[in-house]
């Protein structure tokens, strides 16, 4: 095990999944809805283009795909707000991340989750991630059989991505 690792037993303590290297991306991507459309739009459209990207990097490993689980969806929802607060895998109350699983009605004997802010798409965030050990570890984790996945666009317009991974 190296830092990044994140350990399949949730009673152990969860260490911090680095930042991606390059998290503000150099260029827009105007692949987005525009922002006067309504925000579930935009996050539908997220969710289902991350979910795609994720059991595509998958089925290229010979991995079985990811199945979308609706409470997990709705903790990493919550969760893409609280990054913007603090950029962290400790929530901020202090709890660590899985206490929004729990509180969503989730219930899971593994998780792991990767965060990032400022790509402007599903495809940027997971060319981050895939670049990065740690979060590319979760996403080709064989434990992990469902995946929960937030967006959230703040005032300032800077995107914030999460997903939870459980089994």
């Not at 999944?17 to 998290?23: E, W």
């Not at 283009?49 to 919550?78: D, I, M, S």
């Not at 607060?85 to 998780?111: K, Q």
């Not at 990032?116 to 670049?131: E, F, I, L, P, T």
């Amino acid at each position: 095990n190296y830092p990044g690792d994140m350990l399949p037993d949730n009673s152990l303590p969860m260490p911090e999944l680095p930042s991606p290297d390059y998290p503000m991306p150099d260029y827009p991507d105007n692949s987005l809805p525009t922002p006067d459309q309504p925000s579930d739009e935009n996050q539908d459209e997220a969710v289902g283009a991350v979910l795609k990207l994720v059991n595509e990097e998958r089925a290229k490993a010979g991995l079985p795909a990811l199945t979308l689980h609706a409470g997990a969806t709705r903790a990493a929802q919550q969760r893409a707000g609280e990054i913007e607060t603090s950029f962290s895998h400790t929530r901020p109350d202090g709890s660590n991340f899985t206490t929004a699983l729990t509180a969503a009605g989730v219930s899971y004997r593994a998780a792991g989750e990767n965060i990032a802010y400022g790509q402007k798409s599903a495809k940027q965030v997971m060319q981050d991630w895939m670049n990065s050990a740690g979060h590319r570890a979760n996403i080709m984790n064989a434990n992990y059989s469902s995946i929960g996945i937030g967006h959230y666009k703040n005032a300032a317009g800077v995107d914030y991505w999460t997903q939870l991974f459980i089994n």
